[in-house]
C-alpha cells in the first residue's frame, strides 16, 4: 500500500460546528504533516508528528486540534472555524529519516466554512 | 525566515515548446525535492537532488541543483498536455522534516 488516505473528501461545516478530519497509511511511515493550502497558493506546513509525538506546531489557532492515535493514523480536530480557514487540508506522510523518498500526500479535504 | 521562491509564478506553451522554471532559496539547503499538483489534485513527489551541482532526468525532465545548494530548476522538453500542472520545488527548514514549499509555477500547455 503506497497511499495516504484522507476522508472526508468534501466538508461544509458551520461556524459553530465541531468536525473532524481523518488521514491513514500504511506505508510505515513515522513522520505525518498536516498542511493548509489556499487556491492558487503552495501547501502551509501546520503540525508534524514524529512517532506518534507533536514535534511542531506551526503556531496554528487552537480552533485547530491534531491528534495522532497511532502510527498509522492522524486526525485534525475542528472547532468554531472561520470563513478564512475556507481550503485544501492536505495528510502527508514520510520516513522518519528517510527524506529522499518525500512526502507522499493524500488527496485532500476541500472545507468550507459558512 | 526561509523563503523559496520560483519564477515564473505562470508559464503558456505551445504542445512540443520546451519549459523551464528557477527555484531559489534564501538559505542554503541540505536537498531541494520537486513535486507536481494537476489541476483539482494533491502534490505528487517527483524527485529530490541532494548533492550540489547534481544532475537528474527522468524522461522528459530535467533537474538540476545549484552549486551553492540555494538554487534549482525543473526543464521539461517537448511539453506535452499531460505536463499541465503546478511545479513546487521545496527544501527542509534547517536539520528538520519540515518541509516549506516553494511558491510554484503554473504550466499550461496548449495542444
Known amino acids: 500500500d503506497t497511499e495516504v488516505t484522507q476522508t472526508p473528501k468534501h466538508l461544509v461545516m458551520g461556524m459553530t460546528n465541531k468536525k473532524s478530519l481523518k488521514c491513514e497509511q500504511h506505508?510505515?511511515?513515522?513522520?505525518m504533516y498536516w498542511y493548509k493550502q489556499k487556491a492558487k497558493k503552495p501547501p502551509e506546513l501546520m503540525f508534524v508528528?514524529?512517532?506518534?509525538?507533536?514535534?511542531i506546531n506551526e503556531s496554528v489557532p487552537s480552533r485547530f486540534s491534531p491528534e495522532c492515535p497511532n502510527s498509522s493514523l492522524l486526525n485534525l480536530h475542528l472547532h468554531a472555524l472561520q470563513p478564512e480557514d475556507s481550503a485544501l487540508y492536505l495528510c502527508?506522510?514520510?520516513?522518519?529519516?528517510?527524506?529522499?523518498?518525500?512526502?507522499?500526500f493524500g488527496s485532500g479535504t476541500r472545507l468550507t466554512v459558512v | 525566515g526561509q523563503q523559496v521562491m520560483q519564477i515564473p509564478q505562470y508559464q503558456h506553451v505551445q504542445e512540443g515548446e520546451d519549459f523551464t522554471t528557477y527555484c531559489n532559496s534564501s538559505?542554503?539547503?541540505?536537498?531541494i525535492q520537486w513535486y507536481k499538483q494537476r489541476p483539482g489534485g494533491h502534490p505528487v513527489f517527483l524527485i529530490q537532488l541532494v548533492k550540489s551541482g547534481e544532475v537528474k532526468k527522468q524522461k522528459r525532465l530535467t533537474f538540476q541543483f545549484g552549486e551553492a545548494k540555494k538554487n534549482s530548476s525543473l526543464h521539461i522538453t517537448a511539453t506535452q498536455t499531460t505536463d499541465v500542472g503546478t511545479y513546487f520545488c521545496a527544501g527542509p527548514r534547517g536539520a528538520t522534516n519540515k518541509l516549506i514549499f516553494g511558491t510554484g509555477t503554473l504550466l499550461a500547455v496548449q495542444p
Open positions: 502527508a506522510s514520510s520516513h522518519q529519516n528517510r527524506a529522499d523518498y518525500g512526502y507522499t
Open positions: 538559505t542554503t539547503l541540505s536537498n
Open positions: 508528528y514524529s512517532y506518534e509525538k507533536l514535534s
Open positions: 506505508m510505515g511511515h513515522r513522520a
